[in-house]
């Protein structure tokens, strides 16, 4: 496959924020490579990119729709879609009290849960991935902050990042649209979004993404998709998601991809800036 990486340019306002990352890179580092066992002495995703598919991270606010693109990625290359959200969200459900009940008023407050959580959670999962015989994976929703991307930079090769980009404004009404079938898990989004142009931006529309017929009696929303909880959640990214996008792009990993409307017009344009549209072509020419 074609060389997948453009590069940004990081701007001299975020050179301060490098600096800071670094900063906390060589006081972090060891710290981090103490929070699991596995991380430290497991050096399963050490291979030549050649032997393996690619191991890829999408970045970008609550809302923005990594879930949408990095699942459809993933279905198009043939690897993983690993969802930290999604792992937190399964092991609510499956765990009793007490640390379901603590965990849930974390989540449903839109605050983190710490790092040990995540780590196990997304080290189980990629244990039984490998046992699988999984080669390769797109994360979504990890890392979100500085520590957790140091961590995973000492144990996995990230090729890739991919940060997705969309107004705040057309976030929360995303955010306020999302359902969720509460029998297939299938995510739907009922909103109508037709923003206007302002300060520079362009305007945007978004047609809603409904369910099938027999998903519609079984939505639902999920309990950190209120206003309140998304606005926590979209400072939260702001306070300790964003410096993970320079410390990606002072390593020259970063895409960014601003989406410029719903799926029929962004997942073309996000293929084009994978370089992977002529991939597309092949690959319906031979089916
Ligand atoms: N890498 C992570 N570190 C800490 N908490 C996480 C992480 N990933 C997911 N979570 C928890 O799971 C919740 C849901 O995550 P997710 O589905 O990715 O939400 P979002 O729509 O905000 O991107 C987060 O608000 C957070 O509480």
């Keep these: 496959m074609a060389a997948l990486k453009r590069i940004s340019k990081p ?12 900063n906390f890179y060589s006081s972090s580092a060891a710290a981090a490579a103490e929070i699991n066992p596995y991380f430290q002495t497991h050096n399963f995703a050490r291979k030549d990119p ?13 809302g923005v729709g990594k879930g949408t693109y990095a699942s459809r990625l993933s279905k198009f290359l043939g690897v993983p879609h690993i969802a930290t959200g999604d792992l937190v969200r399964e092991e609510l459900a499956s765990s009793g ?8 008023e974390i989540v449903n407050q839109g605050k983190l849960v710490s790092d040990e959580i995540i780590f196990n959670l997304l080290s189980k999962r990629l244990e039984a991935g490998e046992a699988k015989g999984e080669s390769g994976f797109i994360l979504d929703g990890f890392p979100r902050t500085v520590k957790q991307a140091v961590t995973l930079e000492g144990v996995i090769d990230i090729d890739l990042v991919v940060n997705l980009k969309l ?13 969720m079938c509460s029998q297939c898990g299938g995510n739907f989004n009922v909103a109508s979004i037709n923003a206007k142009g302002e300060n520079g931006h362009p305007g945007i529309s978004m047609a809603p993404l409904l369910p099938p017929p027999h998903c519609m009696s ?18 939260i990214y702001n306070e300790k998601s964003q410096p993970v996008e ?4 002072s390593q020259e990993k970063l895409l960014e991809f601003g ?4 799926i029929p017009e962004s997942w073309p344009k996000l293929l084009e800036a994978l370089n992977l549209d002529e991939y597309e072509e092949k690959q319906s020419a031979a089916a």
């Design 11 to 22: 701007s001299s306002a975020s050179f301060s924020n490098i600096a800071r990352c670094l």
């Design 97 to 104: 009290p007490p640390l379901s009940t603590g965990l849930s």
């Design 218 to 235: 079984k939505l639902i929303t999920r309990a950190d998709d209120t206003e309140e909880v998304v606005k926590e959640r979209l400072r």
């Design 246 to 249: 320079d410390f990606y792009r």
């Design 167 to 179: 107004r705040e404004d057309v976030l929360l009404e995303k955010c306020l649209g999302r359902r």
């Design 259 to 262: 989406l410029p409307g719903g």
């Design 50 to 62: 050649k032997d393996r598919n690619v191991q890829w991270v999408f970045l970008g606010c609550p």
